[in-house]
């Protein structure tokens, strides 16, 4: 079945990244010239995704403006002939059927996901998570959407993580099965040192079959006392198995401060208006 919906859960607290999150969401937080957020939904359109369900929470109003119009700003920009200006203020409200529902307390990642069960229904569907953006030709979506129709089981995105990391994602117990495709046979949220399956971990992307709802409803609180989609995926693993992509693109975590810097300075090098600048003030830096 043909995956057509997206869901990006950005309701988190983004304690890591604070003061900078305090009053703007992290999602919102620029990587050059646009939010983190907006490469997510274009990565999503390019992987062909119809629809997309954005989770937010009060203090996140600032996404859903960023996706609507903004008439004034455009007459503005019109009347002056910037076009290419007013075409890129315009861009995010056109790219795409967003829709947005609050979660309506922080109580985790498989909690915000259980608040896009009516926008779903009965389809699968992809989590894009809102402060991982990865970058690259092929949309990290779109070859998990593939996978998905490929072995029709639920599909995770994954990737090594160094061993001194592991304790802070999760760890997946795979065997190979392609090029880049794996089969999941467990895994574990947060492992405890000598707990890790493997140095596999789940990163920024899944697709799942609308099954994960119950599972998640009845998934009790787990690492850090929050519900956890991992700890749900376990349940779908188990009961049906699922697939890991190690896909192509860079991901970068938005969520904390390397993170965002590396995925700010790689994007300022490959950035035609400003890359050579940018590339001799860097040699130029005296450290
Ligand atoms: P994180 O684990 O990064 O949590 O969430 P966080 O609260 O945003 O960040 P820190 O740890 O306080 O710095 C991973 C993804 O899940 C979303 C986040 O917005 C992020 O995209 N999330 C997390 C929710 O939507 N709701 C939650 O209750 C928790």
Redesign the pocket.
């Known amino acids: 079945m043909k995956v057509r919906k997206a869901v990006i859960?950005?309701?988190?607290?983004?304690?890591?990244?604070l003061p900078a999150s305090k009053a703007v969401p992290?999602e919102m937080l620029p990587i050059v010239d646009k939010p983190a957020i907006q490469y997510i939904v274009e990565e999503a359109v390019k992987a062909g995704i119809e629809e997309i369900l954005i989770?937010t929470n009060r203090n996140k109003v600032a996404i859903e403006d960023h996706f609507d119009r903004c008439p004034e700003l455009e007459e503005r920009l019109l009347a002056g002939n910037k076009e290419k200006l007013y075409e890129d203020a315009v861009a995010p409200a056109k790219m795409a059927n967003i829709f947005f529902i609050r979660?309506k307390e922080?109580?985790?990642?498989g909690?915000?996901v259980l608040a896009a069960k009516s926008f779903v229904g009965n389809e699968p569907f992809a989590v894009l998570?809102?402060?991982d953006v990865i970058m690259g030709d092929v949309p990290a979506t779109g070859e998990l959407c593939e996978a998905y129709e490929k072995y029709g089981k639920g599909v995770v995105g994954i990737k090594e993580v160094p061993q001194e990391d592991i304790s802070k994602y999760s760890s997946l117990a795979v065997e190979k099965i392609g090029d880049r495709e794996y089969k999941v046979t467990d895994m574990i949220e947060k492992p405890a040192k000598g707990e890790e399956f493997s140095l596999f971990s789940i990163l920024g992307r899944c697709v799942l079959p609308p099954e994960i709802f119950e599972i998640i409803e009845n998934t009790p609180p787990g690492a850090g006392g929050?519900i956890q989609l991992t700890d749900a995926m376990k349940e779908l693993t188990m009961r049906e198995g699922m697939v890991g992509v190690d896909y192509l693109g860079t991901r970068y975590d938005m969520?904390n401060k390397m993170g965002m810097m590396k995925a700010i300075v790689e994007t300022a090098l490959k950035h035609d208006e400003i890359k050579d600048d940018f590339k001799d003030y860097l040699k130029n830096l005296k450290f």
Do not use: C, F, S
């Open positions: 859960p950005a309701a988190g607290l983004g304690t890591r990244v992290k989770i979660q922080t109580k985790g990642l909690h915000a998570y809102g402060d929050e969520g």
